[in-house]
């Protein structure tokens, strides 16, 4: 007896960017919530190479939902020739798998943070966001700032703005289950 999977009717265009915390969070939240109705999630980290954040290791037990990192594991301020062949590899990977209409949910961790440092341009971005197949939805998040072309394609724009934070009001720096 063959079961045939649930797929979306219409996937759409999300993008989480901004200066507030939570963009990833959203994002992974999104695909907890669609492996929750048996959809397949894949999500794609640029700039994230080999970083154990907590959600990685979350995720590796979530049935239906897959994660890639591609990246230098360090915060970089100026992308050298090893970022910008990790974001093309990146850049390829994500076409694969979108294309490939095997994913109902394709996340693009940190790809506005990949376009706006230089690491890749928006070009062939647009390009795969406007040739998506129409089932899959594709959720993109970045940095302060999102291509405009980008957030003109989109279906859902979220600017994340931060009103308060403890880094710069109290001094706290990033804490080990809470931030990675």
């Known amino acids: 007896m063959s079961t045939t999977r649930k797929r979306l009717k219409q996937g759409l265009v999300q993008v989480y960017f901004g200066r507030g915390k939570g963009k990833t969070t959203a994002a992974i939240g999104q695909g907890i919530r669609a492996t929750g109705h048996g ?18 290791e979350a995720i590796k ?14 915060l970089i301020a100026e992308p050298g ?18 294309m490939g209409d095997e994913y109902d949910v394709v996340i693009l961790d940190e790809i506005g943070v990949a376009i706006s440092m230089n690491v890749i341009t928006v070009e062939p971005v647009l390009n795969l966001i406007k040739r998506k197949p ?10 302060p ?3 405009p072309k980008i957030k003109e394609l989109a279906d859902l724009v979220t600017e994340m703005r931060m009103i ?3 880094y710069s009001s109290q001094g706290i720096t990033a804490r ?3 931030e990675y």
């Open 39 to 56: 959809f397949k999630v894949y999500m794609i980290q640029f700039m994230k190479g080999n970083y154990k954040y907590g959600e990685i």
């Open 61 to 74: 037990n979530i049935s239906n939902f897959e994660l890639k990192q591609f990246g230098s594991p360090e």
């Open 81 to 98: 020739e090893f970022d910008k062949n990790e974001g093309k590899k990146a850049l390829a990977f994500a076409e694969e798998v979108i």
């Open 164 to 166: 308060k934070h403890y």
């Open 134 to 143: 129409s089932r899959v939805e594709l959720i993109l998040t970045g940095g």
């Open 176 to 178: 080990y289950g809470i």
């Open 145 to 147: 700032k999102m291509h």
